[in-house]
C-alpha cells in the first residue's frame, strides 16, 4: 500500500477545476482539490446540508469554525419557501444566506422520492403536491435547471429519479433510462456558464445497470458525477458493492460525489472506494435529538447516566463545546428543551465530521487510512443513512 503524487494533474471543467494529487493504493483513495467561483474545496470532503438556506442552529461563522467548506441547499424546499425568485432578487443563495463559500444545490428528486405518496412521475417530469399547503406543482428537468439558475450555487444537480433500496430491477432500469432522458434535458436548459452541472448515476442495487448509466454519462463530458440512489434502506454491505461497481466506470479526473451518505464508518468506506464528497443530514438531524458522535461511538446525551457526568461530550474533541460544557449541561438543556441544546450537539457533531475528514485526507497522505478504518470499526454501524 501506497501513496502515488499525481500533482499537474489539474482538470477544467466548465465553472469547476479538479486536482487529484495523491492517490492511495491499492485502494480508490485519493484526495485532492476542487475549485469553485466562491473558493476551493479539500477532498475528500463532507458537504453540510443547509436544507432550506441553514445549517439549523448554526451561522455562516459557527460553520466556517467548525471546518465547513462547503454547503449544500435543497431546490424542492426553496422553490416552496421562499421562492427562488426571492432568492435572485437578494442575489442569489451566497448574498441571501450570508455564505461566501462554495454552495451546491440538489435537484429536489431525493425530496420528491421520500414524499412518495404525494407525487406522480412521468417521462416529463414529476408532479408533486407541497407537503405544506398541498398545492399542485410540476418539476420537469427544464425548470429544475431554471430554479438552480435562480439560487446561483456554484454546482447544480439534474432532476433525476430515486428508487428504494429493495426495487426490483425493472423498476430500476426505467429510473435509470428516464434519468438519463433528464439529464440530456437539463443540459440542453442549463443557462449559466459559472454553475457546473454534475451527473447522477442511478440503477439501483443492480451493478449491471450502474455500469450502464455511468457509462452513457460519462460519454456527455461532464463536470462531476454524483452517486445517488444508495443508503436507501439497503444494507451497508450491499451499498459498499454497488458503489464499487459505480466508481470502476467513472473518470479519474472529474470529482465524485455520493449522495447522502454521512456517518463516520460510511465517509472511511467511502473515501476508501474513491468517493470525493458527501453530504447527508444524519450528523445534524441526530445532534438535534440528543445523540453527539465521540470516538467510542455515539452517545445519546439525554439518557439519565449522563446526569452528573461532568466530562466533556469527547475527551479528544478540541471544539468550543468540548472546552466548555459538560455531558450533564447538555443533558440539562435537552431535558429542558433548551435552544442552546441543539445548536451546541450540532456544532460538536460537525466539527467532529469535519476533523473526521481531515483525518481521511491526512491517512490518504501517509498511507494509512485503512488502519483509520479500524479505529471506527464497528461503532458507528447501526446507524442509518439519509439516501440521495
Not at 458503489?243 to 466506470?249: F, I, Q, S
Not at 451518505?261 to 447527508?280: H, M, N, Q, T, Y
Not at 438543556?333 to 450540532?346: C, D, K, P, Q
Request: charged residues 25%.
Amino acid at each position: 500500500m501506497h501513496a502515488d503524487h499525481l500533482a499537474g494533474r489539474v482538470r477544467e471543467i466548465g465553472a469547476v477545476e479538479f486536482e487529484v494529487y495523491r492517490a492511495l493504493r491499492p485502494t480508490r483513495a485519493r484526495s485532492g482539490r476542487l475549485r469553485t467561483p466562491h473558493g476551493e474545496v479539500l477532498t475528500p470532503a463532507f458537504m453540510a446540508v443547509g436544507t432550506q438556506a441553514t445549517v439549523k442552529g448554526l451561522t455562516p461563522a459557527d460553520l466556517r469554525q467548525v471546518g465547513a467548506g462547503v454547503v449544500l441547499a435543497n431546490t424542492y424546499h426553496l422553490y416552496l419557501r421562499p421562492g427562488h425568485d426571492v432568492v435572485r432578487e437578494a442575489g442569489g443563495l451566497h448574498s441571501f444566506m450570508g455564505w461566501r463559500g462554495p454552495i451546491l444545490t440538489d435537484s429536489g428528486g431525493f425530496q420528491v422520492f421520500s414524499l412518495a405518496p404525494l407525487r406522480e412521475v412521468t417521462d416529463d417530469g414529476v408532479r408533486f403536491r407541497s407537503h405544506i399547503d398541498g398545492s399542485e406543482h410540476l418539476f420537469t428537468p427544464e425548470r429544475v435547471m431554471e430554479i438552480q439558475n435562480a439560487l446561483g450555487a456554484d454546482i447544480i444537480m439534474p432532476l433525476d429519479e430515486c428508487v428504494a433500496g429493495d426495487a426490483g430491477e425493472d423498476e430500476a432500469q426505467s429510473a435509470m433510462e428516464r434519468t438519463l432522458g433528464w439529464l440530456e434535458r437539463c443540459m440542453a436548459s442549463h443557462g449559466r456558464e459559472d454553475q457546473a452541472l454534475f451527473a447522477i448515476v442511478q440503477g439501483g442495487v443492480f451493478e449491471g445497470l450502474r455500469a450502464q448509466c455511468a457509462r452513457e454519462m460519462v460519454r456527455l463530458d461532464l463536470p462531476g458525477y454524483a452517486i445517488g440512489g444508495l443508503s436507501v434502506g439497503e444494507p451497508k454491505t450491499v451499498m459498499y458493492r454497488v458503489l464499487e461497481a459505480t466508481v470502476e466506470h467513472l473518470p479519474e479526473d472529474r470529482p465524485r460525489y455520493l449522495m447522502g451518505v454521512g456517518s463516520p464508518d460510511c465517509l472511511i468506506e467511502g473515501a476508501i472506494r474513491g468517493v470525493d464528497l458527501f453530504d447527508c443530514v444524519l450528523p445534524t438531524r441526530v445532534a438535534r435529538h440528543g445523540t453527539v458522535f465521540t470516538m467510542d461511538g455515539p452517545l445519546t446525551v439525554r439518557n439519565a447516566a449522563y446526569a452528573r457526568d461532568f466530562r466533556p461530550i469527547d475527551p479528544e474533541c478540541d471544539c468550543e463545546v468540548c472546552r466548555n460544557y459538560s455531558r450533564a449541561y447538555l443533558r440539562h438543556l435537552f431535558n429542558t428543551r433548551e435552544i442552546l441544546a441543539y445548536r451546541l450537539a450540532t456544532y460538536h457533531n460537525l466539527h467532529f465530521i469535519f476533523r473526521l475528514m481531515e483525518k481521511i485526507r491526512r491517512g490518504i497522505h501517509r498511507g494509512d487510512l485503512l488502519a483509520l478504518r479500524e479505529e471506527y470499526r464497528g461503532y458507528y454501524e447501526h446507524l442509518s443513512e439519509g439516501g440521495g
